[in-house]
């Protein structure tokens, strides 16, 4: 059973345009982080949200955490090429030692 | 500062034979993770450390042992590879507390033919 569901699985976009992607689940979480992978190297964390409703920005990207914590969303708005790579959505959930994965939205901007 | 290293980057092993991963950190953080992540799969919890001397199984530990016998080494190890671990490893890092972020290696490459 996978307990965050991400959408799209793949995303090939042109430069300019904007786009979104989702992270559900059924479960509540006591904080979310979104990560960016690049090919052969790990995870790098973008953002951590741990209000429901909140909405964080940073640069062109907007994250977004759902009121009842269960879901978030990440929006970039005029992607440019340097935004391609996996993204990872993680969810904490009781004693926080412990992250756990959503499979990735991979995106592909094309110049 | 380092961050997070990862011995070896690559590794091709036949079926049965045993190996050792290592993770370095030079961050003091408490908290270490192994994970693998294979296609369509994400990343997957393996065993986890949260302080020296102690470590926790997670998602997929079957086939794997880990020891931290110093706060900045974490160990995975392989006694009889099989097909099947055939992976990206990466190991982790956080400090203790709520909501920090993890801080990843550059991750080890498993092949077992």
């Known amino acids: 059973t996978q307990l965050l569901e991400q959408s799209p699985q793949f995303l090939s976009i042109q430069e300019g345009e904007n786009l979104t992607v989702y992270c559900n689940s059924s479960?509540?979480?006591?904080?979310l982080q979104w990560y960016r992978q690049e090919p052969g190297e790990g995870p790098v964390l973008l953002v951590t949200?741990?209000?429901?409703?909140e909405v964080k920005k940073l640069k062109r990207l907007t994250f977004q955490f759902g009121d009842a914590r269960k879901d978030s969303s990440l929006h970039i708005t005029a992607a440019q090429p340097g935004d391609t790579g996996l993204y990872l959505c993680?969810?904490?959930?009781?004693?926080?030692?412990?992250?756990?994965f959503g499979k990735g939205t991979l995106l592909t901007v094309n110049p | 500062n380092a961050g997070v290293t990862q011995t070896p980057k690559f590794r091709v092993l036949k079926t049965g034979q045993s190996m050792t991963l290592l993770c370095a950190q030079d961050?003091?953080?408490?908290?270490m993770y192994w994970y693998r992540q294979d296609p369509g799969m994400g990343l997957r919890l393996i065993h986890y450390?949260?302080?020296?001397?102690?470590?926790a199984k997670g998602e997929v530990p079957d086939g794997y042992n880990v020891s931290r016998l110093k706060k900045q080494n974490f160990l995975l190890g392989l006694e009889s590879a099989a097909p099947s671990q055939t992976s990206v490893y990466f190991c982790?890092?956080?400090?203790?507390?709520?909501?920090?972020?993890?801080?990843f290696g550059p991750g080890t490459r498993l092949t077992v033919t």
């Open positions: 982790a890092t956080r400090l203790a507390g709520v909501d920090y972020e993890q801080y």
């Open positions: 961050m003091n953080h408490e908290y």
């Open positions: 949200v741990v209000t429901g409703g």
């Open positions: 993680a969810g904490a959930r009781g004693s926080n030692y412990k992250l756990t």
């Open positions: 479960s509540v979480f006591s904080s």
């Open positions: 450390s949260v302080g020296e001397g102690t470590t």
